[in-house]
C-alpha cells in the first residue's frame, strides 16, 4: 500500500503556522514525526490526523489530501488496514471547502471498495461532524464556514444513494424523525439511507415535527419503528414528555422506539426516559443491527 507522507513544509502549510512551529510541536512530542538518514523530519498521515484531531487544528482547504480520493488502490489499502481517520481528514478537508463533488467521491469510492455504510457513516462521516463542531465551539471555524461544511456534508451524503444498492422491499417500515426542538438532521439523513438500502420503507418526518403529531402518524400507519434522533443534550422534563407521547403510541400495536444520538445523554437515558424506549445505538452499525434482527419481524408482534 501506498503510505501518505509529508513534509515539514507540507504540514506546515496545512496548519497555516510557520515550519518553525512544526519542528518546535515535534521537539515538544505533541506530533510524531519520524527522520530520514539525512535528518530530515516527515510525517505520516495517521500521526497528523491525530494531532489535528486533538488540537482542532483546520488544514488550509487547498493543501490537505483529497486528491487521493481518486486513488482507488490507496482507498482500498486504508480500508483493508482500518486506517480510516486518513480517510475522514480527506472528508473534513472537502467539507470546509465546500466541495461537494470531492465528497459525493470519496464517499462513493470507499463503498465501491467494500467499506459498508455504517462504516462509513461511524469512521468518516460522524468524525467530520465532530471535527467541525469542536473547530467552531473553539472559534477557530466561522459560524458560515460551519454551515458551508455541514451543508456540503448533506448533501453529499445523499447522493451517495444514488450509488448504493438496495435490497428488495423486506416489508419493515420505519418512521424517522428528529427530537421536537432539534434542527439539526444531517445523521438522520444518514440513517435514512441506511434503513433504505436494507429494503425498509421509511416515512421521513425530518426536524421540528412535534411529538404529538409523530404520535399521530404512527398511529395511523403503524410502523414496526420509529427511529428518534436527537444531535443535541435535550431538557430531561421536555424529552420525558416527547417519548411518553411516542412510546404510548406505538406500545398500543407493538411498535418499537429506537433512540440515537449524541443528544441522548447517560443521565437521559437512565433516568428522565428509562422505560419509554426500547433501544438506544450509539452507532450506525447498532442501527444497523437493529434492521438485520428485526427483518422478519410483523407489525403488532414483539420480540
Known amino acids: 500500500m501506498t503510505e501518505l507522507i509529508f513534509t515539514t513544509k507540507d504540514v506546515a502549510n496545512m496548519l497555516r503556522v510557520d515550519k518553525s512551529t512544526v519542528k518546535r510541536w515535534t521537539d515538544e512530542g505533541k506530533l510524531k514525526c519520524f527522520r530520514t538518514p539525512g535528518g530530515h523530519r516527515k510525517f505520516r498521515a495517521e500521526d497528523l490526523s ?107 451524503v445523499v447522493l451517495l444513494s444514488d450509488v448504493v444498492t438496495r435490497r428488495a422491499p423486506n416489508g419493515i417500515e420505519a418512521i424517522c424523525a428528529m427530537v421536537e426542538n432539534d434542527l439539526d438532521d444531517l445523521e438522520l439523513k444518514a440513517l435514512i439511507i441506511l434503513l433504505e438500502s436494507q429494503g425498509a420503507e421509511v416515512l421521513n418526518l425530518g426536524a421540528g415535527c412535534p411529538a404529538d403529531s409523530i404520535a399521530q402518524l404512527a398511529q395511523i400507519k403503524q410502523p414496526h419503528y420509529v427511529f428518534l434522533l436527537a444531535s443535541a443534550p435535550q431538557q430531561g422534563d421536555v424529552i420525558a414528555l416527547e417519548h411518553q407521547t411516542i412510546f404510548g403510541s406505538l406500545k398500543t400495536y407493538g411498535g418499537k422506539l429506537i433512540v440515537g444520538g449524541a443528544g441522548y445523554t447517560s443521565e437521559l437515558l437512565a433516568h428522565a426516559i428509562a422505560g419509554a424506549y426500547d433501544r438506544y445505538c450509539s452507532t450506525f452499525k447498532e442501527f444497523a443491527g437493529v434492521h438485520f434482527a428485526k427483518a422478519n419481524l410483523k407489525k403488532g408482534i414483539s420480540s
Not at 488550509?60 to 475522514?88: C, W
Not at 467521491?105 to 465501491?112: D, G
Open 50 to 156: 491525530q494531532f489535528m484531531a486533538e488540537y482542532n487544528y483546520a488544514v488550509s482547504p487547498t493543501d490537505f489530501s483529497p486528491r487521493y480520493a481518486s486513488d482507488e488502490s490507496i482507498i482500498r489499502g486504508m480500508i483493508a488496514h482500518g486506517e480510516f481517520n486518513v480517510l475522514d481528514s480527506v472528508c473534513f478537508s472537502g467539507a470546509i471547502k465546500g466541495s461537494k463533488d470531492e465528497l459525493v467521491k470519496l464517499f462513493s469510492e470507499a463503498y465501491r471498495n467494500g467499506m459498508t455504510l455504517p462504516a462509513i457513516f461511524d469512521e468518516i462521516f460522524r468524525p467530520t461532524i465532530k471535527k467541525i463542531s469542536n473547530l467552531h465551539q473553539s472559534g477557530k471555524l466561522q459560524a458560515a464556514e460551519k454551515q458551508l461544511a455541514l451543508t456540503t456534508l448533506a448533501n453529499s
